[in-house]
C-alpha cells in the first residue's frame, strides 16, 4: 500500500513538471467566466417575463445551466483524467523509466494501483471544486440552487474515476496519441448514448431507449452524469420537471440503488483486466 502511494506521488509530481496542471487550469477559469457571464445574462432576461402556466423560469433557467455546468464539469475532468494516465504504461516503457520500478521493489499490480489511486484523487477533487464553483456561480447569478447538491457532485466524482481506469487500461496497449483518442471517443459515444435516449424519450422509440441504456450501463460514467443530472431537479413537478429532464447532452434519468455498486464492480473490472494485460506483456 505505501509502495502504491509512492507511485501516486510521483505520477503527480511529473504531471507537475510537464504543467499539466497549468493547462487544465486556464481550460477551467475560462469557463467559470464565460459561465458566470452566460448564467447572469440568461436570469437577467427572464427576470421580467411572464411565464406560461406550469412553468417556473429560474428552476427552468438554473437547472439547464446547471447541467450545462455539470457537462463541461465531466468533459474537464475527463481531459485531465486523460493528461494524468494517457502514457501511463507503454509511454513509461519506452522512454526506459518503467522497467526498473516493476521488476523491484515494485510489482506491476501496485504500480498500476498506484497510477489509478493518484489520478482519480485529483480528478475527482477536480470536479468536485469546480462544481462547487459553478454552483456558487449559479446562486449568485440567480438565487437558483439545486434540488440535491451533494449527491450529483459525487457521482461527477464517480463518473471521472471510471474514466481515468479507462485511460488507465488503454495505456497499458495503446501508444499515448491513440489511448487519448480512444479514451475521447467513448467519452463521446457515452455522450451520443445520452442523445439517443433523448430522441427516443421525445419520440417513443423503444428501440432508441434500449440501446441509450445499454450504452449508459457499459460506460456508466455516462450512467451516473445522467443519474446526477435527474437529481438537480428532484423535487420539481409538472412541466417545469418535464423541461428539464431533457437536460444538454443528454437526458436526466434515474438508475436506481444499483448503480454505484455496478460503478464500483466496473472499476475493479477494468482494473483487473488492465492488471491480466500487464503482466502478459513484455517490457
Known amino acids: ?58 428552476t427552468l433557467v438554473g437547472a439547464t445551466l446547471f447541467g450545462l455546468s455539470m457537462f463541461a464539469t465531466l468533459f474537464l475532468g475527463t481531459v ?13 516503457a519506452e522512454r526506459g523509466l518503467l522497467q526498473p520500478l516493476v521488476v523491484r521493489p515494485l510489482g506491476r499490480t501496485t504500480f498500476l494501483l498506484g497510477r489509478f489511486a493518484g489520478a482519480a484523487v485529483v480528478c475527482a477533487v477536480y470536479v468536485v471544486l469546480v462544481y462547487a464553483a459553478a454552483l456558487l ?3 449568485s447569478a440567480g438565487g437558483w440552487v439545486p434540488d440535491r447538491v451533494v449527491a450529483p457532485a459525487l457521482e461527477l466524482a464517480a463518473a471521472v474515476a471510471i474514466i481515468v481506469a479507462l485511460s488507465l487500461l488503454g495505456s497499458v496497449v495503446l501508444s499515448a496519441t491513440a489511448n487519448g483518442i480512444a479514451v475521447f471517443m467513448l467519452f463521446g459515444a457515452g455522450l451520443v448514448g445520452g442523445l439517443l435516449g433523448q430522441i427516443g424519450e421525445a419520440i417513443d422509440s423503444e428501440t432508441l431507449l434500449r440501446v441509450a441504456e445499454r450504452t449508459s450501463w457499459a460506460l456508466p460514467f455516462e450512467a451516473l452524469y445522467q443519474d446526477g443530472l435527474q437529481r438537480l431537479t428532484a423535487d420539481s413537478r409538472g412541466f417545469t420537471r418535464f423541461a428539464v429532464e431533457l ?25 483487473g483486466l488492465a492488471a491480466l494485460v500487464f503482466a502478459r506483456r513484455d517490457l
Open 1 to 58: 500500500m505505501t509502495q502504491a502511494v509512492v507511485v501516486a506521488g510521483y505520477a503527480l509530481r511529473e504531471s507537475v513538471r510537464r504543467r499539466v496542471f497549468v493547462v487544465v487550469a486556464v481550460l477551467t477559469v475560462g469557463f467559470l467566466f464565460l459561465y458566470w457571464l452566460g448564467a447572469k445574462q440568461a436570469f437577467d432576461e427572464t427576470e421580467g417575463i411572464l411565464p406560461p402556466e406550469g412553468v417556473e423560469p429560474e
Open 137 to 139: 456561480l449559479t446562486r
Open 80 to 92: 485531465l483524467a486523460v493528461f494524468l494516465t494517457l502514457g501511463a504504461v507503454r509511454g513509461d
Open 247 to 271: 437536460g444538454p447532452f443528454g437526458g436526466g434519468q434515474a438508475y436506481g440503488a444499483w448503480l454505484p455498486w455496478w460503478a464500483m464492480l466496473y472499476v475493479a473490472g477494468v482494473l
